[in-house]
């Protein structure tokens, strides 16, 4: 019953801007770790960035000083700003979030459906 709506995806030039949202629902408890990951076609999932709850935020090496992760908690949301677009950002994006509640499972880790983000010209 918890949901995942991603948005934001789309065809950006090089060089341009795209902001990503994944926003959560459901009978949530709290959130702990929320981030984002990403896999182009035929290549594995890829850690983007992550913004845990209490901790500092990480993020890949290869969007490091161009993408920022936020959070507002009161919405339960997650974003992706991401600056600098390069064709090898290319790839399907996916929200996370990790989960908590108040009756079982207690704990689950959940994904978005995923939004395209195409950087071409």
């Known amino acids: 019953q918890v949901q995942l709506v991603e948005s934001g995806g789309g065809l950006v030039q090089p060089g341009g801007s795209l902001r990503l949202s994944c926003a959560v629902s459901?009978?949530?408890?709290?959130?702990?770790?929320m981030g984002w990951y990403r896999r182009a076609p035929g290549k594995e999932r890829e850690l983007v960035a992550v913004?845990?709850?209490?901790?500092?935020?990480n993020y890949a090496d290869s969007v490091k000083g161009r993408f920022t992760i936020s959070r507002d908690n009161a919405k339960n949301t997650v974003y992706l700003q991401m600056t600098s677009l390069k064709p090898e950002d290319t790839a399907v994006y996916y929200c996370?979030?990790?989960?908590?509640?108040?009756?079982?499972?207690?704990?689950?880790?959940?994904w978005g459906q995923g939004t395209q983000v195409t950087v071409s010209s």
């Open positions: 459901g009978s949530i408890f709290s959130i702990g770790a």
């Open positions: 913004i845990p709850s209490g901790g500092r935020t």
């Open positions: 996370y979030c990790n989960v908590m509640f108040d009756t079982y499972p207690y704990v689950r880790d959940y």
